[in-house]
């Protein structure tokens, strides 16, 4: 006789697939994610090491070089002004974009970046700043603290600007930053760059403030100091 539907023990059977593939979907996205977090830490100290490699053999650093128009010429820029840093002892801001093509120049970092941009002051993904592993539409750029540190930051591609959107959720960001550092968004070496709101990156922007590690949101960007 034909018999439809499951019996108890087959359903109960077929439960304890689904939650075990759930479980296995769920470890692998885990894994996935801190091997992605991995590869900036890797990135990160890499060119940690890059700016100290420049700066050894230049005596300036990236970016901020003053002579560089004069020992790679049009290989750098079409003339000297868009080529030179101010030669400050700082990375600024607007000399990120001259950064990443001194060292690609001083042959330190692999890429073929362009002083010049697209749109006005824009960074544009592995034209000219480097992108990260950790997401297509996200890069590195250069900036300075308040308290005059230097540092490199990842974030997502940001409109007539460097790439400083959130790229990291929250316990994304504090894994990293726990990592390499004290595990705080606004003290040490790794600094939060987010909302400081409940649901934001971090609770507040002082030196008690937390990562909101309870919220699952796309937050945070992240700052490595390596100066200063």
């Not at 979907?25 to 890059?50: C, D, H, M, P, W």
């Amino acid at each position: 006789m034909m018999r439809s539907g499951f019996s108890l023990i087959e359903l109960s059977i077929s439960i304890m697939i689904l939650a075990l593939l759930m479980v296995g979907i769920g470890y692998g996205s885990s894994l996935i994610t801190q091997a992605k977090s991995r590869a900036v830490i890797s990135e990160a100290t890499n060119y940690f090491s890059a700016v100290n490699t420049f700066n050894v053999k230049y005596q300036a650093m990236p970016g901020d070089f003053a002579r560089a128009f004069d020992v790679w010429g049009t290989a750098c820029a079409n003339n000297a002004a868009d080529c030179n840093g101010n030669g400050n002892n700082k990375i600024e801001s607007s000399e990120t974009f001259k950064a990443w093509k001194h060292m690609q120049n001083a042959n330190i970092i692999v890429g073929a970046f362009s002083v010049y941009t697209a749109a006005a002051n824009q960074a544009d993904i592995g034209k000219n700043v480097p992108g990260t592993s950790y997401a297509s539409s996200g890069g590195w750029s250069f900036g300075t603290t308040s308290d005059y540190r230097q540092y490199i930051e990842v974030g997502m591609f940001a409109s007539g600007g460097m790439p400083t959107n959130p790229i990291f959720k929250q316990t994304e960001a504090y894994s990293i930053d726990a990592k390499m550092d004290d595990g705080l968004p606004n003290t040490g070496d790794v600094l939060a760059d987010g909302a400081y709101t409940a649901t934001g990156c971090a609770s507040s922007n002082t030196a008690s403030g937390q990562y909101n590690t309870l919220q699952k949101s796309i937050a945070c960007a992240l700052k490595f100091v390596f100066f200063g």
